[in-house]
């Protein structure tokens, strides 16, 4: 037999494509990383490696209090959400990456059906993080649909039935007491996206809602902006809210616009006032009248911390209108007020007409979409005459002449002149 031997070799084969042995441990320790965390004990320059070579999607428990680098986190948000700006976060990725998550979190919590320990793990790994909570959305309890089990009802009661039973939503409690950072708290009771499934009970903010809300807040004592929008928060919810946050040693922003305020909440927001550091409060888009500005007003008069007041799309009227004037010409905090779309006319001008000769501190005032008229326009412009500190002055559709107006913006630009003159020859000085 004939026997043909054959040497066969690759050419292009060396021992340099032949990994070394850091870079095969430094694979295992990414592989295995899950189950054998390793990185603290490792050399900067293969923490590194590691760092680049680590999956976005391993567990929190395992990153969150272990890996403090920016650019992993920053993969793990780029990865996750189209849209990433930081600068809203600090300039931390890590921060966002966990405020955005819990936030996800809340978002699709369906009390009684998902499970509460999904959220209070998270507490341990996030707390040390979480500056700011914005949730738009809070789901309600899966219901068995009353129409089919009360086939003798017509759909009109089961309708009203079904609309009429209170529907609570994911308490906070347990979450925002234990987060010790958290100094912003945007919260709107309500559904996104619900389509052809939408029933009016499903934007109910309940007693029992507010009630667990109030405490929690009260707890809060970091906490500095509180904002509660378009969640149909009443007088009485108003109320209950305002005696927990009575005191509160923290808070300088309130914004409770868009809801079903009235007189009587307005006057529980006054008393609010007296015995708070609170330094912007807006009211925007409520109920209130005349009886409630003036609750505000006798407020503000003795208030010394306010900065900015928004009453817009109210109905102070003029009685409103004339009792917070009278209150701007003693009070020396307020340096911005929005009465836009409030009812007022020439009476409320007269007052503020005084309160621009004498005020020295309010920079802004909108008294836009109002019925001023021409009478009051010209009250305004006198009240203007020797007034330096007012920057911004806005009457669009508030009916007091093109003229009028024309002569206000003036006096109002050369103010804005002065100030930016101001600035350029005396600039603020550097922190040290």
């Known amino acids: 037999p004939y026997c043909t031997h054959r040497v066969i070799e690759d050419p292009e ?15 295992h320790i990414v592989h295995n990383f899950e189950k054998n965390p390793i990185l603290d004990r490792l050399l900067p320059e293969h923490q590194r490696k590691v760092l680049d070579r680590l999956s976005t999607g391993l567990p929190l428990a395992v990153t969150a209090n272990l890996i403090s680098d ?46 509460p320990n999904q959220v209070l793990e998270l507490i341990p790994l996030c707390k040390d993080y979480v500056r700011r909570l914005e949730v738009d959305q809070f789901l309600p309890p899966v219901q068995v649909d009353q129409k089919e089990e009360s086939d003798d009802l017509s759909d009109s009661e089961s309708d009203f039935e079904f609309g009429e039973t209170p529907v609570h939503h994911y308490d906070l409690g347990a979450l925002i007491t234990a987060l010790p950072h958290l100094e ?38 970091n906490l500095k902006v509180f904002k509660l929008t378009r969640s149909k928060v009443d007088d009485d919810k108003t109320r209950l809210l305002v005696r927990n946050l009575l005191d509160h040693p923290c808070l300088v922003e309130l914004n409770l616009s868009h809801n ?14 007296k015995r708070s550091r ?38 102070v009227e003029d009685e409103g209108g004339k009792a917070l004037g009278h209150a701007l010409l003693t009070n ?17 001008t007269t007052i503020f007409s005084r309160v621009l000769a004498q005020n020295t501190t309010l920079t802004r005032i909108n008294f836009s979409c109002n019925h001023l008229g021409l009478d009051g326009g010209k009250q305004l412009l006198h009240g203007l005459a020797d007034n330096k500190a007012l920057t911004e002055f806005d009457l669009r559709l508030a009916e007091v002449g093109q003229e009028t107006e024309y002569l206000i913006h003036q006096i109002v630009w050369a103010n804005q002149e002065a100030v930016r003159l101001g600035s350029l ?6 922190p040290l």
């Open 13 to 27: 084969w060396s021992l340099a494509t032949v990994p070394h042995l850091t870079e095969l441990c430094l694979q």
């Open 70 to 115: 920016e650019d992993y986190w920053k993969r793990c948000c780029t990865g996750r959400w189209q849209v990433c700006d930081v600068s809203n976060y600090g300039d931390s990725w890590k921060r966002m990456f966990f405020e955005r998550h819990l936030e996800n979190i809340l978002k699709c919590f369906i009390p009684n059906t998902t499970d």
């Open 184 to 221: 912003e708290l945007h919260l709107t009771y309500g559904v996104k996206g619900c389509g052809m499934n939408f029933e009016w009970n499903l934007f109910n903010f309940t007693h029992q809602d507010c009630s667990n809300l109030a405490v929690a807040v009260k707890k809060c004592h």
């Open 260 to 273: 079903l305020i009235g007189d009587k909440g307005a006057q529980a927001v006054g008393k609010l006032l």
């Open 278 to 315: 609170l330094e912007t409060l807006d009211l925007c888009n409520n109920q209130i009248h005349h009886l409630g500005a003036q609750a505000l007003a006798q407020a503000l008069a003795e208030n010394s911390t306010l900065t900015s007041l928004n009453l817009r799309l109210n109905q």
């Open 332 to 348: 020396t905090t307020l340096k911005s007020i929005h009465l836009g779309s409030n009812n007022l006319s020439e009476p409320t």
């Open 425 to 430: 020859q005396h600039p603020p000085a550097e």
